[in-house]
């Protein structure tokens, strides 16, 4: 039984097929590879032109594309296809309120730059400027941007004073109330300053639901003679009070307002 066992096996392996593999089809001679190699980069050398056209696109509201194309020229001594697109994207996206840049290859030798502007949504301290993203994209603005309201806090604050701003700046509008400057000092307590002078004191607890306070109750409330307002506080727990500019006080403003004017 055991002879005969293994009779069975040694012939199963001896009618079991082989695969055959002719590695002369599978191996590709040295030769062939390296004429490949010399073709691939004898065209890129010959298609590799200059560059000569640039098409600069955008809105151009604070860059120009004079400027985007001086950022450019110090890397446009390569090639069509060895120029390093990143390398221009980043020179474009660093000048100033250059938010992004896109750099595509235009067949047969033109560059096209797509320029994204920073939308400034507030100023930040004296010369800074915050984007609607809360970043601030430069820290020396060339121009002092008057109607823009001004945000103040701690470093590392600006996503959250911008996006306080945004969130009540129109109902702001809806009460006929116009920003000056919204501040955060380093205990997180809040205020307000209208463009009229006013100051709105918010704290540092609760202060969407003062904010509510401030927009449903307070401003219909003195809307008739805000301009007597010195400052609301709205640090209670369910009401405000108001320091008023006396009569007297009222009337020397005035008074200057007419001499200035005069």
């Not at 955008?58 to 860059?63: A, D, I, L, Y």
């Not at 640090?235 to 009070?241: D, L």
Request: hydrophobic letters at 45%; one cysteine or more.
């Amino acid at each position: 039984l055991h002879l005969s066992l293994r009779r069975q096996r040694q012939m199963c392996i001896r009618d079991s097929p082989k695969l055959a593999i002719n590695w002369r089809y599978l191996l590709v001679p040295p030769t062939v590879v390296s004429v490949l190699g010399v073709g691939f980069f004898g065209a890129q050398i010959l298609l590799d032109h200059p560059v000569r056209q640039l098409e600069i696109q955008g809105s151009f509201q604070r860059v120009t594309p004079i400027q985007v194309e001086a950022a450019l020229a110090p890397e446009l001594d390569r090639g069509f296809l060895s120029s390093d697109l990143g390398a221009l994207q980043r020179r474009v996206e660093g000048l100033d309120w250059v938010e992004r840049a896109e750099i595509t290859r235009r067949w047969p030798d033109k560059l096209a730059i797509r320029v994204v502007e920073h939308q400034a949504a507030a100023r930040w301290g004296d010369t800074g400027l915050l984007n609607t993203h809360g970043e601030l994209f430069t820290n020396d603005a060339r121009h002092a941007f008057p109607e823009l309201p001004r945000l103040v806090g701690p470093t590392g604050t600006e996503w959250e004073l911008v996006r306080r701003y945004l969130t009540f700046r129109g109902r702001l509008a809806e009460a006929n109330l116009s920003l000056e400057a919204l501040v955060m000092d380093e205990r997180g307590a809040w205020h307000i300053v209208l463009e009229t002078g006013q100051q709105i004191r918010i704290g540092r607890r609760d202060v969407d639901q003062r904010l509510d306070r401030l927009f449903e109750v307070v401003a219909p409330i003195l809307a008739a003679e805000f301009e007597r307002v010195r400052h609301v506080d709205l640090r209670y727990t369910n009401g405000f009070s108001v320091d008023w500019i006396t009569d007297e006080e009222l009337q020397l403003a005035e008074a200057s307002e007419v001499l200035g004017s005069g």
